[in-house]
């Protein structure tokens, strides 16, 4: 996958007439990264993927789609696709991918004990989110409000500004549903 998502990166920033310095610049992501990362010799993190697809006005879940199949109607879970950070060992795995004609995406994700993922803005002004806890607890920091998460849970929003997610001392696993 990261072959492809390295050609699709390169493509995404060709498409945008930017350079490798012109895109470092509006992401904050050193163009030795980008040079990297577009020829698939390192996996993006979490943080970096989120700059590439804000400069880019695309969610992460849509990047990853882009270098998949068109996603069929019915998913098998033996043929969901996953990825995980190298860095915090977050994990996502897609249960219902975006496509062109449906806007939803479906993410069943894993953040380890003791690991904090921040977001400076999102992907797409107001993008909606419907996150459910599954086990553990989670701090989500949404635009400078904080919300402490049980199992069972439920935080519904819009995203205009920064998120923070955070585990304190056990894993967190959440569905989060985006459209």
């Not at 696709?81 to 897609?94: E, L």
């Not at 107001?126 to 086990?135: I, N, R, T």
Request: overall charge neutral; charged content about 20%; proline content about 5%.
């Amino acid at each position: 996958m990261d072959t492809l998502l390295a050609q699709q990166l390169c493509q995404l920033r060709g498409h945008s007439g930017w350079t490798l310095d012109q895109l470092a610049q509006e992401t904050g992501v050193s163009r030795a990264t980008l040079a990297r990362l577009e020829k698939a010799q390192v996996s993006p993190t979490t943080d970096t993927l989120a700059k590439l697809c804000r400069a880019y006005g695309t969610s992460m879940s849509r990047l990853l789609a882009l270098v998949e199949d068109q996603a069929p109607a019915v998913i098998p879970a033996t043929a969901r696709k996953s990825w995980s950070d190298p860095k915090t060992g977050f994990q996502r795995s897609v249960v219902s991918p975006p496509s062109a004609d449906l806007a939803g995406e479906w993410l069943d994700c894993r953040l380890p004990a003791g690991q904090r993922l921040s977001y400076d803005a999102p992907p797409r002004a107001g993008l909606e989110h419907h996150l459910l806890l599954l086990s553990g607890q989670l701090a989500v920091t949404v635009q400078g409000h904080a919300h402490h998460l049980n199992t069972g849970d439920c935080l519904r929003y819009r995203l205009y500004g920064a998120t923070c997610f955070e585990t304190s001392a056990e894993d967190a696993h959440y569905h989060l549903f985006l459209l």
